[in-house]
């Protein structure tokens, strides 16, 4: 699947009705359950993030930038993440604290001015986060320049290996999380779960549904 097919696919879609907390359940954590069910009124008072979906070519086939955060005194150290952060004053809007951010931490500024999809906002409990993500595609391969303060790591998926992730039982061994049993999925040895899995596995079937595989 190359850029252009990635692209049409993505605009032809016109009646997918996103699934939000069906998706986000499927790799929520027991104790991220009960938030799932909560109306969206119990988030007015969360701080607002933004997380950007970055697709981009590589040897032929479409992929995914995620980072794994640097160890640092927080309940997110060393977590694998979609690159974004918080909302900022001088941002404009949620989408330009995402464009904001991915630039910060990884170096690059995708080429569209606007999101391909805006998919459902997931709360984060321990960080008091409403985090809204986008999904955005550019034509040419990144030159990636990673921020060390911020990102230990960028990991690249290939859209049609995270299309058959399949969701798995781990032990984290990791921050506060330490000896908790999650769902989660595992990519090159990464245990991707939480927040991240939960935005991902909307992603996953709305690529399903685009049949870009």
Known sequence: MDYQTFIDCVSNVKDFSLPGK????????????????????????????????????????????????ATYNGPHSGQVSLPGGKSEFNDLSLWHTALREFHEELGVVPKESFPLLNLSPIFIPPSNFLVSPFLVADSITPTFTLDAREVAELIEIPLNRLILLKVKQ??????????????????????IWGATAMILSEFKIFLEYCKLI
Do not use: W
């Not at 027991?30 to 697709?55: H, M």
């Open 22 to 69: 069906q998706a986000h359940l499927l790799t929520a954590p027991i104790f991220r359950k009960d938030e799932l069910v909560k109306s969206p009124l119990a988030y007015l008072n969360a701080k607002k993030a933004a997380v950007l979906l970055y697709c981009y070519p590589k040897d032929g086939m479409m992929h995914l930038s995620l980072i794994k955060r």
């Open 170 to 191: 781990n032990l984290l061994n990791e921050g506060s999380f330490d000896g908790v049993t999650v769902p989660s999925y595992v990519f090159e040895g990464h245990t």
